[in-house]
């Protein structure tokens, strides 16, 4: 079941590169952004009340979701977009695989969980497949690249730092409480970006399609992309959850040519996608293995 919880976080995820090369030529990309987060935090604090709670009254609490909120999504999203305006679209994607690769060294470097010989070649492995998959070699070094490219792997250390901060809190609260209060200090955080792109909103771009497909980046890659990574976070290392992200570019490159013109699929995402599923069933077994001796290594401990 959390398997699959992540395998459709990532669907989602890799649907909103489908969805927004579609939206945002018509939608500016900070407007956009705005819209997701603003969305998304309405949506889940009329959840959470319509529910009656729980709600969060420990100020510790409050501070590391603030600060989870504000790394994960306002300033994840917020160093990609700038990035991604000084980068290319060919390095931001194959510098979004570091954020597993942040993850590992954080939970390791802070004591969070134990280094795994074959959960580490796995995730390994996969980010082979994902590199693999988005050709290296395409990489580009030209003079004002460098700013963006910096700024997206800030980005990507944020996120990381965001996987470490949520999973202390899913110990005491469910996603739902979590995922709202994530996505409140979020939309507090990109005020100052939302305020000028809200003011310059115009109704009628949202006509038609266009604003069906913003409702469901807001639904899909947003709400439900967020709060099912972090029921999974609530169940797995935040390793295990951070590696499922290979499955991005790979979902993506299958899902591109049934919706946009001139992509194909070729034998290089093929191959790219079975090193990846080798890589990911690698760290699930590996998690699994974990999770069945720590009962053990707790009695002997007695």
């Not at 110990?171 to 809200?198: E, K, Q």
């Not at 639904?219 to 959850?241: E, H, K, M």
């Not at 069933?281 to 069945?292: F, H």
Request: proline share 5%; charged share 10%.
């Amino acid at each position: 079941m959390v398997q699959l919880c992540l395998v459709i976080v990532q669907v989602l995820f890799a649907s909103l590169a489908v969805t927004g090369r579609l939206v945002l030529p018509v939608v500016p990309a900070g407007l956009l952004v705005t819209i997701r987060i603003f969305g998304a935090a309405g949506a889940l604090v009329l959840l959470n009340a319509a529910r009656g709670g729980p709600w969060i009254h420990d100020r510790r609490d409050l501070l590391r979701v603030a600060v989870s909120g504000l790394l994960g999504v306002t300033a994840n999203q917020s160093l990609y977009l700038f990035g991604l305006g000084h980068s290319t679209a060919v390095n931001a994607t194959i510098l979004v695989t570091t954020a597993p690769v942040f993850t590992v060294v954080g939970s390791l470097l802070l004591g969070l969980e134990r280094p795994s010989f074959f959960k580490l070649g796995g995730i390994a492995l996969a980010a082979a497949g994902a590199v693999y998959l988005i050709d290296p070699t395409r990489l580009s070094f030209a003079p004002g690249v460098a700013l963006g490219n910096l700024l997206i792997l800030l980005g990507m250390v944020c996120y990381a730092a965001y996987f470490l901060i949520s999973k202390p809190l899913l110990a005491r609260y469910d996603a739902i409480t979590v995922g709202t209060y994530v996505m409140l200090f979020a939309a507090l955080g990109v005020l100052p970006l939302g305020i000028p792109a809200l003011g310059g909103v115009r109704p009628e771009v949202f006509h038609g399609s266009i604003g069906w497909l913003v409702a469901y980046i807001v639904v899909g890659p947003t709400i439900g992309a967020y709060f099912l990574n972090l029921w999974a976070l609530q169940r797995v290392s935040s390793n295990t959850v951070a590696s499922f992200l290979y499955l991005q570019p790979f979902l993506a490159a299958l899902a591109a040519p049934l919706i946009l013109p001139g992509e194909q699929l070729t034998g290089r995402t093929l191959g790219a996608g079975c090193l990846i599923f080798i890589g990911l069933g690698l760290v699930l077994w590996a998690e699994r293995v974990q999770s069945r001796a720590l009962p053990m290594e707790g009695l002997s401990a007695e």
